[in-house]
């Protein structure tokens, strides 16, 4: 929405947040009337979705009212802007309960870099949002609360930035923080209809847990625009140029519908999706050409062992280890044992890197869906084994582990609707490809654009 569209008294809530940014800058709305807006919008639909952990409405409405004598206001990329913070990383003042009744709920004593370098931006924290516990599932909940999908409550958010892409689905924020160790900000943005993008190993701070997964978990960003996702990934890399999202060249795109994990089948209503978005491309110049994306089963056991032996080391920070739901209890034994039985083997992730590249040999970006099927039912996992949840992950969610384990950039587009709930495009970049992955998105999003929030919230209020 451009400033010639506001309309007086303005109402924040439904604009992208380039929108939000560029009217505070102007001076056209105050922080703190968006802050406030959006704060309402969370009263009134959150209880049903329950995207959010904590709400800071008082300390946000003071930072808000602070950042509107801040001396270069009129030059924050993010003047204004409301985000939430995925509660898996540091907020000055906030306990990080990382989704489990076995963490601390003392405050933290300062901001992750991450959250620092949002408000240095300008964007205004209201809150912190759910995840499964430690952050190890496809879908979010726990101990701690249940996050549903806007589109569909019964159906879940995904995870495990699950809490972060309804908020943004759901209208609640324009932009939100996620992080990502073998899909967490690609899966449930696909599952809620928003963008998700993860960047390339290296490129934003990471500091997650106790090694970011030994380097495969980064933070990045939801957003319901590709220009909303990439400003926001700008300040998080502290790039400015990744704003500026330029049409890309004529590429050479590697098309992968089936899915690499054996005994996961993809939806036939799912590939379909897919494969509309590569007639797209196809449309636009590009081409698009089928590959089979193999992940053998050595690769796919060091993929489990590095998700394991994480879980197991994050544990060991836990205030309470003791009051672990019984899967995480599962998990986290599986690492140990990992660990013990030396099956963490060294430069297993940079062979897999080699091997992959070599797959995509001659090519530009990877093309795949982002889940195997819409999304699944909202809770009950919590209650059931830890196998039972392994296998509803893996069938779930079996394409977007490729990319953490290789390091390598990635990025979730809405594909379209299958029964009433959306489907996600994925696309994955060699090293370096955060530019192109955000102008490839972008002309998906021109030639086939979204539903910016799910229907029922449209429009706000």
Known sequence: ?????????????????????????????????????????????????GAFQRVRGEAALREAAALAAHPQLASLPLAG????????????????????????????AADHEVVRRLRAAGAIVLGLTRLPELALWPFTDGALGTTRNPWNPQRTAGGSSGGSAAAVAAGLVPIAHG?????????????????????????????IGSHSWFGMACNGALATTVADAALMASVLADRPELAEVPAPPALRIALATASPVPGARTDPGVEAAVRAVAGALRRAGHAVEPIALLAPTGVALSVF????????????????????LPRSRRHVAAGRAVRSLGLLRPGARERWRQRLEAMLAGFDLLLTPTLASPAIAAQGWAEQGWLANLRAALAFAPFTGAANFAGLPALSVPAGLLQGLPV??????????????????????????????APRLQGGG
């Open 1 to 49: 929405m451009g400033l010639s569209e506001l309309v007086q008294p303005p109402r924040t809530v439904g604009w992208t947040a380039c929108a939000i940014a560029q009217a505070v800058r102007t001076g056209a709305v105050a922080p703190l009337q968006v802050a406030r807006e959006h704060l309402q919008q969370i009263a009134l639909h959150d209880a049903a979705i």
């Open 81 to 108: 802007v409301p985000v939430a913070i995925k509660d898996s990383i540091q907020v000055a003042g906030e306990p990080m309960r990382l989704g489990s009744a076995a963490s601390s709920d003392a405050p933290s």
């Open 179 to 207: 992080n990502d160790g073998l899909g967490s900000v690609r899966i449930p943005a696909a599952a809620c209809g928003v963008i998700g993008w993860k960047p390339g190993e290296g490129v934003v701070p990471a500091d």
């Open 305 to 324: 062992a590095h998700w394991f032996a994480g879980a197991a080391d994050d544990a060991q920070l836990l205030a309470q280890p003791q009051r672990l």
């Open 424 to 453: 996600g495009a994925h696309f994955v970049g060699r090293a370096g490809s955060e530019g192109l992955l955000f102008s490839v998105a972008a002309q998906v999003e021109g030639e086939r654009p979204w539903a910016r929030l």
